[in-house]
């Protein structure tokens, strides 16, 4: 039994794991697999953005109408804080679950991991185009639609102040009440009249959006919506109390030629002396100036919200396509594109149709908002395995989330209500059918495409008295079931799981170098292979259970592993023990957590979150598929590297100069090389040698040129698409510097398709669970061993091995001498 070993609970997961695409990971967690796009954003870059298309002062003057009809300068005042304060309820809540979930999909993602199971065109088109094949151009123009925002700002509100001599009274603007809408209720007008402030606070999320390209994700993006809002919320209302003293004639704003349309511009045009040089170029330059990027901006974020939700099933995969050379989700760009023209269409044929349909999108975006909250404010976390992000509410969370989903509701009710009273067929609000019409056409249909699992993993099922064991493994058909097990251990093999088990890694290493000090003082040929398995066997079931089954000294005896049945009911039996060994005496703050430790905690948080027979499943799948795969891979790269004394030397160096013994995870995996030599040498012998099979959905699917019917079984084998020369050139030789940048990798393009076509351990939801964990054991053995020894391989050096599911090499037998 080893002893348990300690780490710091507050350890950051970036120091813990040196320079690592840590968002990246997470999300593969979450099924999501790593996109071709670049993180081309940063905080200031997608700070610019959310600012551009928040467009805070510019939508309340474009819609200020609203609230001088439905109570006047007060209404305008009052509504703003009170749709400011909301908005910021809304997004402190959504910085939480962005924090958590960095994806492009955004609110209908956190829903999915928190619940329980003509000029216009022109413009458009615009848009369009420079989203695909201009992005990397896109932060130049938002520094000038920034500007223009923050210039047309103080232009307005100062030449309004300087123009506007005799100015209303602060009690005017704070307590007087005008009620110009005809409802009755003074309540229900002054409510419509929220509309004006509250479409100010609705864009902020398009930096959810570009979740993917953005750099530090978990840890920026809660500071980008919150520095929108925020920021946006106090600098803009200075500008509305300003504009509020200098609204001195209502009616004579709302009567002029264009006061209802725009009463801004009317104000403008009066204060002015009937100049249209300053009415145009106060509301149509400067905002036309700023729109630029902001249309570029919500053309952006949208697309990629359609293509996350291609990506997740929900559209035919061909939304999910990146361009080769834009690397922007084209298809979808255009699909967005011709939605906004088709809609924008409808204004010519229909104006009350158009604006039913507009205000329909402002309250669907609210609604988004809604229901991640709503989850939240029934269950909490408590069917979310995924750790809490950087940013935490702690146990406000949950009140909060309450408060801003009352908010949501409040406000979606009065934006369905008609502006005016009494209601006919042209002033009646159509937000309320049309939001009906769509949430009935979202519910009858859904269109998805998924390849599922072929009935080979049939072949490995496990089944007890209660039917078929759920291994993410052989789930082919039940997606619910699939996805449940693959969150339940989620946070297990997460980037902090894997910083928690690694010090029960260390005696296993321990126990290991000690015989291989035998054989060096012997002076012993010593078979590494074999004793590389026993190594992978003890440090898995050391790192799941807390203790292992000496197989390091002893081997397999009694051959127990190579029965299956027998196998199977020990791991039962032993994860038993150490459930109820955690629930009589759970492990301290700060010691360190095992695999099994892990999973028993989420399910004492959560009962229903994971269940015995699914802790046993998660445990046996470690030691069966964690040993073995982990075995060939160590094996792969001593034979690659003891092989080629070029890389031998190189790869020595390296370690030597920059770690020493115990060797830290964290440390190892920073070094560049030593990082290329395990990846080149998983590339060269995968552990898996067979397809990886997958069944065409109905409908057939066009593969590599071809059409291949629904029910056909088709799939990959890593070794024949690890040797795709278009990819890997010169692919039968070694070469770690392949996968280093400016050495054999020619650029971020050529990496991501290397990365693309890396098939080790296989890709998307379906990958493997515990790579990471096989990972730290690798990055941790391998330079060890080269710094405690020069190692020499004698015997046959052409190098065999069984081409079964798995590849385990045959004999790999080394001369050790202590360094």
């Known amino acids: 039994m080893t002893e348990r070993g300690s780490i710091s609970k507050d350890m950051p997961v970036e120091k813990a794991l040196g320079k690592v695409d840590k968002d990246a990971l997470e999300l593969e967690h979450l099924g999501v697999a790593p996109s071709d796009m670049k993180r081309n954003f940063n905080l200031w870059s997608l700070l610019f953005m959310s600012f551009c298309t928040s467009v805070t002062w510019e ?306 975006l609210i609604l988004s908002y809604a229901f991640p909250l709503l989850i939240n404010a029934i269950w909490g976390f408590q069917h979310c395995t995924i750790p809490r992000g950087s940013f935490s509410l702690g146990r406000l969370h949950r009140p909060l989330a309450v408060v801003a989903l009352v908010w949501c509701i409040y406000i979606s009710v009065f934006m369905c209500f008609p502006a005016y009273y009494p209601v006919t067929k042209d002033n009646m609000n159509y937000a309320s059918v049309v939001l009906a019409a769509g949430m009935g056409v979202a519910t009858l249909y859904g269109i998805t495409t998924k390849f599922i699992k072929s009935p080979f993993y049939d072949l490995s099922a496990v089944h007890d008295e209660d039917g078929l064991v759920p291994d993410p493994f052989v789930i082919r058909n039940d997606k619910t079931l699939h996805s449940r097990m693959k969150r ?167 370690v030597h100069d920059n770690l020493s013994e115990p060797v830290r995870f964290q440390s190892a995996h920073s070094l560049p090389y030593l990082k290329a030599v395990v990846q080149e040498a998983m590339r060269m012998h995968p552990s898996v040698g067979q397809l990886l099979g997958r069944t065409v959905p109905d409908g057939g699917a066009i593969i590599g040129g071809h059409r291949v019917g629904a029910g056909a079984e088709v799939g990959m084998s890593p070794w024949v698409l690890h040797r795709d020369p278009e990819v890997f050139p010169d692919p039968d030789a070694f070469k770690p510097e392949r996968w280093i940048m400016g050495e054999g990798c020619i650029n971020e393009d050529h990496l991501r398709r290397m990365n693309r076509s890396f098939f080790a351990f296989g890709h998307g939801a379906h990958s493997c669970s515990g790579k990471h964990i096989s990972i730290m054991e690798v990055t941790k053995l391998i330079p060890t061993l080269l710094l405690r020894y020069d190692l020499e391989l004698v015997g046959d050096k052409k190098g065999k091995f069984t081409n079964w599911w798995f590849t385990p090499q045959h004999e790999l037998k080394v001369k050790l001498v202590r360094r």
């Open 59 to 364: 939508a309340i003057s474009s819609t200020m109408a609203q609230a001088l009809t439905s109570g006047g300068s007060s209404s305008l005042v009052w509504g703003y804080v009170a749709s400011a304060t909301g908005a910021m309820l809304i997004v402190v809540c959504l910085a939480e679950y962005s924090s958590m979930i960095p994806t492009a999909g955004g609110q209908y993602h956190y829903v999915a991991e928190l619940a329980p199971m003509g000029i216009v065109i022109a413009l458009t088109s615009y848009y369009t185009l420079f989203s695909i094949f201009q992005l990397k151009y896109l932060h130049h123009l938002l520094f000038v639609a920034m500007f223009a925002h923050v210039f047309g700002y103080f232009a307005t509100s100062i030449y309004l102040l300087v123009h506007v001599e005799e100015k209303n009274s602060a009690a005017y603007v704070f307590t007087d009440f005008t009620n110009l809408s005809g409802w009755d209720s003074s309540a229900v007008s002054w409510s419509i009249g929220l509309l004006s402030s509250a479409i100010g606070f609705v864009n902020w999320d398009s930096s959810l959006h570009m979740a993917e390209e953005m750099k530090n994700a978990s840890r920026d993006l809660p500071r980008t919506i919150l520095a929108t809002v925020g920021v946006s919320g106090i600098v803009t209302f200075p500008w509305v109390i300003a504009v509020a003293f200098c609204i001195t004639d209502i009616q004579g704003v709302l009567s002029g030629p264009v006061g209802l349309i725009s009463p801004m511009a009317q104000l403008y045009y009066n204060v002015s002396g009937g100049s249209r040089a300053v009415t145009i170029g106060m509301t149509s330059f400067l905002p036309i100036l700023g729109f630029c990027g902001t249309g570029s901006s919500i053309m952006s974020s949208t697309s990629r919200v359609v293509w996350a939700f291609a990506r997740d099933g929900g559209l035919p995969q061909r939304f999910a396509h990146i361009g080769t050379r834009t690397k922007a989700p084209t298809a979808s760009l255009v699909l967005t594109w011709a939605i906004i023209c088709g809609i924008s269409l409808i204004y010519i044929g229909n104006a009350t149709a158009y604006y039913g349909i507009s205000s329909a999108c402002t309250v669907a």
């Open 488 to 654: 339940n251990a989620a946070n297990a093999y997460s980037l902090n799981g894997l910083i928690q088990v690694e010090p029960w890694v260390e005696p296993v290493i321990s126990r290991f170098v000690d015989i291989l000090d035998n054989h060096a003082q012997a002076n012993a040929v010593c078979d590494l292979g074999e004793l590389l398995k026993r190594f992978a066997m003890d440090a898995v079931c050391s790192l799941t259970f807390g203790s292992d089954f000496g197989y390091l000294e002893k081997g397999d005896e009694l051959n127990f592993f190579k029965s299956i049945d027998l196998f199977t009911a020990y791991m039962s039996i032993i994860t038993a023990q150490e459930l109820q060994k955690f629930r009589t005496s759970p492990p301290a703050e700060g010691d360190a957590m095992t695999f099994l430790n892990r999973l028993a905690m989420n399910q004492s948080t959560n009962p229903k979150s994971i269940n015995d027979r699914e802790i046993i499943t998660h445990a046996f799948g470690n030691v069966s598929a964690g040993s073995d795969t982990t075995a060939i891979a160590m094996r792969a790269v001593m034979y690659h590297a003891l092989t080629n004394k070029g890389v031998y030397s190189r790869l020595c160096a390296e």
